[in-house]
Every structure is written in structure tokens, then in C-alpha cells.
């Protein structure tokens, strides 16, 4: 992830306005923004598969320990396969790839107005 993070620090710093720029340089940074999308896009991919396989982990894992637990409620089966260390691993693995996969989208859609705003730009469109 931290390849990913610095990636998206390197395209960030492109939004910055602090500066004029050039209808060309609008050009560019309007090219740019497009492939980080694309880029990120790819990453969300790999992401949502490495997703679909810590679901299917997260269910087995459930499943196994609460055939293993030894209650005498479903209830308090089910109270003890959520609780061991396993089933804990498994649903905060899931809950980060999630957590991945909604940061990678913000900043999809971050840079897609990224992309809008400078591709207006440059093409001289001052209704900005």
C-alpha cells in the first residue's frame, strides 16, 4: 500500500494551484490525471479479487469455528466464533481491503475532476 499512497502523493501535488499555468501545461497535467486514473483503476482490480478470496476466507473461517464451539446456544456458538483470534483476522483483513478499495476510489474521483478541470483549461474555457 505504500507504493500506492506515494503514487497518489506524486499525482496530488499536480492539483495545486498555486501558481499560473500554461494552457500547455494544462494540457499535460489534464494527460496525466487520465493515467493515474487508469493506473488506479488497475490497482482497484487486483484489489476486488483479493477481496472476493478474503470473503470466501472470512465465511470458511466462520463456518469452522462455529462447528467447532462448544455451546450450549447457537447463540453462544455463534458469540464464540466471533470472538476467536482466527475469524478476528479474517473479517479485519476484508475490512481493509475495503478500506483500500474506497480510498483508491476517492481519489479516482479526485482525479477525474482533476482531469475535467484542467482538460477545460486547456482548451481555453474560462467558465471554470
Known sequence: MKEIKDYINR???LLSLSKSISMPEAELRAGEFLSAMATIADWKHVLAEDKIRL??????????KLSEAAGKTI???KIMAE?????TKAREDLERIENDIAYLKAYYDIFNNGHIFYRTMAKGNNDL
Not at 470473503?55 to 469452522?64: D, G, H, L, R, V
Not at 470472538?83 to 475469524?87: F, I, L, R, V
Request: glycine share 0%.
Open 75 to 77: 447463540t453462544e456458538n
Open 83 to 87: 470472538a476467536s483470534e482466527e475469524y
Open 11 to 13: 499525482y496530488s501535488s
Open 55 to 64: 470473503m470466501s476466507i472470512q465465511t470458511a473461517t466462520y463456518a469452522q
